[in-house]
């Protein structure tokens, strides 16, 4: 036996050669009638057969089934030690969720079936190829977990459980595809913060901070462990995981007081055992997707999402949920006309005043008490049903009196010593605050399509009395993120500049995330001073004057991936209106208005090192050109299925005219 052999297939085990060739089967009969054969499919019936085969009794295979779809990731020994490592804690305890439901399904007298797609982490993949699958994954996940429901034709409900930036968008996506059926959404909630340290925000800059001097090597390893203080659960402050836990319990898939409980605790457990139970509701009275998820509660979710100052990456998907459920797809005038009428009321890492973790915000008392807050203006539609059985009009009047929004409110003061009006303040003391509406979208010669930035994000510093950011400045312009972030460690971006990174956007990388420049910048004393211009994307926890999904993106051929250099950018942010713009307003001694700019940019070519990153997978290229078919990310970065099959049909129809012209 060779050296490789030896060491690969290990000491000869005797006994191991000790095979059975047939099994007694299991015990007991299925539970068939003559009318059963005659009439259910073949699949039906050996359904049966494997199900007993998997261990569960003949006497109980009746019950009705649901499907429950988790982001699962890693294995956990039964001590919750790791056998093998998830990708990120949001996943790493959602299985106890599963197991608590599936336990509950079966009290109930169900059988229920289990299935797993786990998700990638934006946080491991920040800076790296792994960036090139974030978004476009969340639209495969979907497809898989419909597929998945689709392939037990015998559910009768379904319960997905999820947490992450991807993996709880596409799970939403997929229950709002199912029409008929009862679903749920399980958010699987929030990681706890160090009792002394940092959050899972601030410690993606300890690159950029130890470049320039602000910590020792020993002090990011000491931080960099004790960051995830709990083993479970989203990041601690409301990036894209947490925010969409707040979406779905806004649109009424999610029990009340379920989004960014912490991992692991009681309350948590109870939530899957509490969903189980709704499940059986809905069955039991008729109540299907289509009855939650319509146009009111997709505008109670955008007016919620702007109360608490969600990520822009909802932008994103919320249009794409909307679209699975056959609801009217919100543009940016929607999200313009929430965003001015819905005040910001929540205070939370990353857009503070205060800097609170989630779990306070959770302990203050979650999306029902914003939403007591929002019905008191008449901002939401409360008519809208939900997966608790109850409109939302009863369920906040549940939840105003209950006993568990004034015990965890207590606990928060009692343990914390924090007042909960203060992580969720009322509209008055929000504007005594000075918290100022989330979202703003710029448009100018630069960004013809439109733009996003979190303007509530921008620090008041460089805020004029009158709420508007303005800054005039000349472009330092980067077509890798890594060239970029390279800069700023080095020094080579300083205060007053126009960091302009082009051709990221879903063309040239899959629309990537650009946190370590948005965090790097953060941190960093000058980094204020800074203006970031893209046509990627940005984490849910970025923060700044960031202005990202600049459209058209610049290998589409956006005026944006026409700026050079040392060209002159003026950019105006006026957060209390929520009007924007960007423009192109001079090229070295010259100055000129955004028409004339307009005209100098439409005769420039393109920047001479713009290109697709030579290691954008073949699957994200099918994706960025899936999604630009059906009209890109303002709707969504959805697959119109329609508009692709026209467009597909229409090239096809046009290169055949084009051999006969030719004669090819």
């Known amino acids: 036996m060779t050296e490789a052999l030896r060491f690969i297939m290990g000491p000869e085990e005797p006994s191991h050669y000790d095979i059975f060739t047939h099994a007694a089967g299991p015990e007991g009969k299925l539970p068939l009638t003559s009318d059963m054969l005659m009439n259910l499919p073949s699949g039906d019936l050996f359904g049966m057969s494997q199900n007993v085969g998997m261990g569960w009794k003949p006497e109980r295979l009746l019950g009705k089934q649901v499907l429950i779809l988790s982001t699962q990731g890693g294995v956990r020994g039964e001590d919750g030690t790791p056998i093998a490592l998830g990708y990120h804690t949001g996943h790493w305890e959602v299985g106890l969720l599963v197991k608590e439901a599936a336990l509950e399904v079966s009290a109930l007298g169900g059988v229920p079936f289990a299935a797993f797609v786990s998700d990638p982490c934006d946080g491991r993949s920040q800076g ?210 929430v965003n001015k009428a819905v005040p910001r009321l929540v205070s939370v890492l990353p857009n503070g005043p205060e800097y609170h973790p989630t779990i306070r915000v959770f302990m203050a008392g979650g999306v029902p008490e914003v939403m007591l807050h929002l019905r008191k203006l008449g901002l939401l539609n409360v008519k809208a049903k939900t997966v608790a059985g109850e409109s939302l009009d009863d369920l906040l009047d549940w939840w105003k009196d209950s006993e568990r929004r004034h015990v965890i409110r207590k606990r928060l003061q009692d343990t914390d010593g924090i007042d909960p009006d203060e992580v969720i303040m009322s509209p008055e003391r929000a504007s005594a605050r000075g918290l100022t509406s989330t979202v703003t979208f710029p448009v100018g010669n630069l960004a013809p399509e439109g733009s996003v930035i979190k303007s509530t994000a921008i620090d008041p510093d460089v805020v004029g009395e009158d709420g508007v950011y303005r800054h005039i400045g000349q472009a330092k312009v980067f077509t890798s993120e890594k060239e970029a972030v390279k800069a700023i460690k080095l020094g080579h971006i300083q205060a007053g500049d126009i960091l302009a990174l082009i051709g990221r956007g879903p063309s040239g990388t899959g629309m990537e995330e650009t946190y370590q420049l948005t965090s790097a910048l953060k941190y960093l004393p000058f980094g204020k001073h800074v203006t970031l211009l893209t046509d990627a994307r940005f984490s849910g926890v970025s923060t700044g004057a960031c202005i990202g999904h600049i459209g058209p993106e610049a290998l589409a051929g956006g005026p944006i991936g026409k700026v050079q250099n040392g060209d002159w950018i003026e950019v105006c942010i006026d957060r209390n209106k929520l009007e924007g713009s960007i423009h192109f307003i001079g090229q070295g001694e010259e100055r000129f208005g955004p028409e004339t700019g307009a005209a100098i940019l439409a005769a420039r070519p393109m920047h001479r090192d713009l290109a697709a990153d030579p290691a954008l997978p073949d699957d994200t290229r099918l994706w960025a050109a899936l999604q630009a078919a059906s009209g890109g990310t303002w709707r969504g970065s959805i697959y119109d299925v329609d508009r692709i099959v026209e467009t597909l049909q229409a090239g096809m129809a046009a290169l055949a005219g084009t051999k006969r012209e030719t004669g090819g």
């Open 128 to 337: 790296t190829t792994g960036m090139f699958d974030s978004l476009p994954y969340r639209n495969d996940a979907a497809m898989v977990y419909r597929r998945l429901i689709r392939s037990l034709p015998t559910r009768s409900g379904i319960i997905g459980v999820g947490t992450c930036d991807k993996g709880l968008p596409a799970m939403m996506i997929a229950l709002a595809a199912m029409h008929d059926l009862p679903a749920i959404i399980v958010p699987g909630g929030v990681t706890l913060p160090p009792t002394a340290g940092e959050d899972a925000a601030k410690i993606q800059t300890i690159g950029a901070r130890y470049a320039n001097g602000q910590i020792t090597v020993d002090e990011a390893a000491d931080l960099g462990c004790r960051v995830c203080a709990t083993p479970g659960g989203g990041c601690q402050f409301l990036g894209t995981a947490a925010s969409a836990q707040v979406v779905a319990e806004a649109l009424g898939m999610s029990l009340p007081h379920s989004a960014l409980a912490p991992s692991g605790q009681p309350i948590w457990h109870d939530i899957a055992r509490q969903s189980a139970r709704a499940i059986q509701w809905m069955q039991a009275n008729g109540m299907a997707m289509r009855d939650i998820l319509t146009d009111a509660a997709v505008e109670n979710a955008m007016a919620v999402h702007a109360a608490f100052g969600g990520s822009t990456n909802l932008l994103l998907h919320i249009p794409a949920i909307a679209y699975a459920a056959s609801c009217r797809i919100p543009d940016v005038a929607d999200w313009t006309r």
